[in-house]
């Protein structure tokens, strides 16, 4: 395409932004991406989950002349994407493992007939010879528009998205030198960035970082009460009860027997809950993934394979029953939630266990040690950040490079500050008697001595004559494992791999010991009062959804909806997202012109679903 003048180009960008997405303005740094790239200048994009990459990558493609190829490693997410584009009235398609001969023939043949828009293509089809000689061929006949590399921190091996095929994708450049790249990616850290950009050639490329922070998302950490059994469980049903009780939401866990386990906890409860893991047969995972996508209201109970992609707008929770391995896992994971922005929140419950088990899994694993201290170092900011009593969204984006200002009246501990003490103490009484037990014992058993009781293990190692035997008596069980958590996550203890977990001293144990530093330590009492606090006492994530949610319109427009996605069997939000049923009930448009005002109504939806949605909202109005 030859190149057109800035003015044209922004112009052509707002008419296709508004006649195709419906949408009246763009949003961050969609503008400047959007026309560098229509341009033929190559990008590098930055930017948070639900921040809107993909209409960066769409609409140049729209406004370029050929088709706009878009390497993506999600094949079972393909359709969907597809389908959305369809309603927009873009002409898109799909090509990967899943479509038997006939089919990819099939596209195949639009592909060079310069009848397609925008095609999605798995890596290891798109690095296929045949398929480079195919894209030779349309880029002399049909022109290629852009290449488009989505989930571009895919070619990082640090990740747990590694996709080897990534790293060969610099072919696009050698073999096309003259078609732009966009490499889109919400992987933030800097030593992802510097690898996508060496991995994939993008030296010259534009960088566009958007801000990261995630503002319409509430983050809570909560303390599991070890003293109760299954207390997360009860602490997630309460969460659930009192917030979340129709809603879409994804539950982390660590381990796949616990995935199927809560999962069938919850459908016993009465919640719509299922499982996803690796180790599920494909079907079935396919099955729970396409409900958890097209039907309102589902849990997704699931470990980490659940998620890369997930372009679902209207999860509106994510809660970890284990913690995260890393901040970036933390950040990706509840990223998934509210990417319509819409208010939704990421809440998690942690506990010492969590604490204990996932460093040793960690220490035991077979990764060589200079990674594993890697990995030690990422935990320990993760547990840093559960510990924290600092604006939450405040650490997130500190971690992540970037400045935020504080008190976000968004997370736990802004919405409710949290008390801190002097548990120097408490601290020497209970390292000191770590020390005296033979750095052997775990948390049980310790707390067992400091409160003097005879239990028939103390006995058995003469723990009752220790000097530390009873010393801790004026504290409760409770506080006692309360610091043992935080004296193993501020690294003041380890857990001993050999010792089956027992904890041992490390070396900032000993000026605490020495009595030369203090400890302070937040209260954890504090998360009773806190249960009751604002942030606790629910139904925040559907302030949006109050006002309507009395209003039959609602309901009748969501029943559209969903019959419309029945009969052509898409997800519903492909129709219209909530937040645009949402502006029609507060809005009550009553003729076509007006529904074409209300934002997600573009063209193709005005003349396919225009008439459908006036008649349900002028029967609201008579
Ligand atoms: P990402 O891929 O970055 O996670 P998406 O591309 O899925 O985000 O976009 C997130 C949501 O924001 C989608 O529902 C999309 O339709 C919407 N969106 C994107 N850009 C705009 C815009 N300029 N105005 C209104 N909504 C937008």
Redesign the pocket.
């Known amino acids: 395409m030859s190149l057109m003048s800035n003015s044209t180009i922004s112009s052509i960008s707002h008419q296709t ?1 508004h006649d195709v ?1 419906g ?1 009246s ?3 961050g740094e ?1 503008q400047a991406i959007v026309e560098h790239v229509a341009n033929g200048g190559d990008a590098l994009v930055l ?9 960066c990558y769409q609409l140049p493609a729209l406004m370029r002349e050929g088709v706009a190829i878009v390497v993506s490693p999600l094949i079972a997410l393909m359709q969907d994407q597809v389908d959305a584009l369809q309603q927009l009235g873009v002409k898109a398609a799909f090509l990967n493992s899943s479509q038997d001969a006939e089919e990819a023939r099939d596209i195949t043949s639009r592909l060079i007939s310069g009848f397609l828009q925008i095609v999605y293509v798995a890596p290891e089809r798109l690095l296929m010879s045949s398929f480079l000689r195919l894209l030779e061929q349309i880029q002399q006949h049909v022109g290629i528009a852009l290449f488009a590399i989505d989930e571009a921190h895919c070619v990082s091996q640090w990740g747990h998205d590694f996709r080897p095929e990534y790293r060969k994708l610099t072919v696009l450049h050698e073999r096309f030198p003259k078609v732009p790249r966009i490499a889109l990616t ?1 992987t933030a850290d800097a030593p992802t960035r510097a690898e996508i950009v060496e991995r994939l050639s993008l030296e010259n490329a534009r960088q566009f970082v958007s801000s990261f922070d995630r503002p319409n998302i509430r983050y809570r950490v909560l303390q599991k009460d070890n003293a109760q059994k299954n207390s997360a469980r009860a602490q997630l049903e309460t969460f659930l009860d009192l917030e979340h009780a129709n809603d879409a939401g994804i539950i982390y866990c660590l381990s796949r027997r616990k995935v199927e386990e809560t999962a069938e906890w919850l459908k016993s409860r009465g919640w719509d809950a299922l499982p996803y893991h690796a180790g599920l047969d494909a079907s079935v995972r396919n099955q729970n993934q396409r409900r958890f996508l097209r039907e309102e209201g589902v849990i997704m109970v699931a470990t980490v394979a659940f998620g890369m992609g997930i ?1 679902k ?1 209207n999860v509106r929770f994510v809660a970890h029953l284990d913690i995260p391995k890393s901040m970036e896992g933390y950040y990706q994971e509840t990223g998934r939630a509210g ?3 819409l208010p939704a929140n990421a809440w998690m419950t942690y506990g010492l266990s969590d604490v204990v088990s996932m460093r040793q899994m960690l220490d035991s694993g077979d990764a060589p040690e200079e990674r594993k201290q890697v990995e030690r170092q990422k935990l320990d900011a993760l547990l840093g950040f559960c510990e924290s009593t600092g604006c939450r969204h405040q650490i997130i984006l500190r971690y992540f490079g970037e400045q935020h200002p504080s008190h976000c009246e968004e997370c736990d501990n802004c919405l409710t500050p949290v008390d801190t003490w002097d548990a120097t103490k408490a601290a020497q009484m209970a390292l000191s008697c770590v020390y005296r037990t033979g750095q052997r014992f775990g948390v049980v058993h310790l707390i067992d001595v400091l409160l003097g009781k005879p239990t028939p293990k103390v006995r058995q190692f003469n723990h009752e004559k220790l000097s530390t035997f009873g010393i801790g008596k004026a504290v409760s069980q409770q506080q006692w494992s309360s610091v043992y958590r935080q004296l193993v996550a501020g690294g003041f203890l380890e857990s001993d791999v050999e010792a089956y977990g027992g904890l041992k001293l490390t070396e900032a144990a000993r000026p605490v010991l020495r009595n030369e530093s203090e400890v302070w330590l937040r209260r954890d009492s504090e998360i009773d009062k806190r249960k009751a606090s604002k942030a606790e006492r629910g139904n925040r994530a559907k302030e949006a959804y109050v006002a309507v949610s009395n209003d039959p319109l609602w309901y009748t427009l969501k029943d559209k909806r969903t019959e419309l996605a029945k009969q052509q069997g898409v997800p519903p939000y492909v129709i219209f ?1 909530d937040s645009t049923l949402l502006e029609m009930v507060n809005r009550r448009p009553v003729s076509l012109v007006e529904i074409s005002r209300i ?2 109504v573009g063209q193709a939806k005005l003349d396919r679903y225009g008439d459908a949605f006036l008649e349900v909202l002028q029967a609201a109005v008579n």
């Open positions: 932004l997405f949408y303005s763009f949003r969609q930017m948070p989950t639900g921040g809107g990459k993909s209409l919400a372009d707008p990417r319509d922005g997202h934002s997600g």
